[in-house]
């Protein structure tokens, strides 16, 4: 999200990653939005709260995984 914003104008096909802090903003401004679009129609309960938080920590976490480019290692030959 904030890629777009941040990036300068650059003429070299090579992309540089995006810096740590802009990296775990984006994932903020996701779990936000998955959190309030997980809530209910009707006022909370706790139980609720927390599958919401629940469920934004995991997207938290999945999008950091993408946006950092973790991937499995390579096997050994």
């Known amino acids: 999200m904030l890629d777009f914003v941040n990036r300068k104008h650059n ?5 540089a990653r995006k810096p740590l802090k802009w990296i775990i ?3 903020l401004i996701i779990a936000a939005l ?9 006022i909370p309960d706790l139980q609720d709260l927390y599958l ?4 934004a920590m995991y997207s ?8 950092l480019g973790i991937r499995r290692a390579k ?3």
């Open 11 to 15: 003429p070299e096909p090579k992309r």
């Open 25 to 27: 903003i984006d994932s």
């Open 34 to 42: 998955v959190f309030v679009s997980s809530l209910p129609d009707r």
């Open 52 to 55: 919401a938080f629940k469920v």
């Open 60 to 67: 938290f976490f999945v999008q950091l995984v993408v946006e």
């Open 75 to 77: 096997e050994v030959k």
